[in-house]
């Protein structure tokens, strides 16, 4: 379960509550592995504006030495809803993430960067910078 709250000014909020409930799967073949994560956004409000997009993700990634995790990912959007209503979106992103790199007993660093692409006609946006950190423990 995900959650976002209304954070920040109006002009950068989405201006209500956002639950996130997700399921994930994955599997590993030696050095590679398969992930994917299928959700949905639930606004505590505004649904006209928001909608309830579904989120579909797979990520395919192949270790190299002990830390390095090239990937490729596919990201796929579609809303039932909201001012999207109808529409979907399928973005590629080539990246690498870094980690899990330990740094006292259990608890480790993960960092990851990824280009997206859009790949079909009107995506919100069409091409983003991705950076993600972790502390797994």
Excluded: C
């Excluded at 649904?47 to 993700?57: E, F, Y």
């Excluded at 270790?63 to 979907?88: A, D, H, L």
């Amino acid at each position: 379960m995900g959650f976002r709250a209304p954070t920040g000014d109006d002009g950068s909020s989405n201006r209500h509550a956002i639950f996130t409930p997700t399921i994930a799967a994955g599997k590993g073949f030696g050095h590679f592995d398969v992930q994917t994560t299928a959700g949905i956004s639930l606004p505590n409000g505004g649904l006209q504006r928001l909608g309830m997009p579904l989120a579909w993700n797979t990520a395919f990634q192949y270790r190299i030495f002990r830390y390095f995790w090239p990937e490729f990912e596919v990201n796929y959007t579609w809303w039932p809803n909201g001012e999207r209503e109808g529409q979907n979106q399928v973005f590629l992103t080539p990246g690498l993430v870094v980690g899990r790199i330990p740094i006292y007993e259990r608890v480790g660093v993960t960092a990851g960067f990824g280009y997206q692409v859009a790949v079909t006609e009107h995506p919100a946006y069409h091409h983003a910078a991705i950076f993600t950190d972790r502390i797994p423990f």
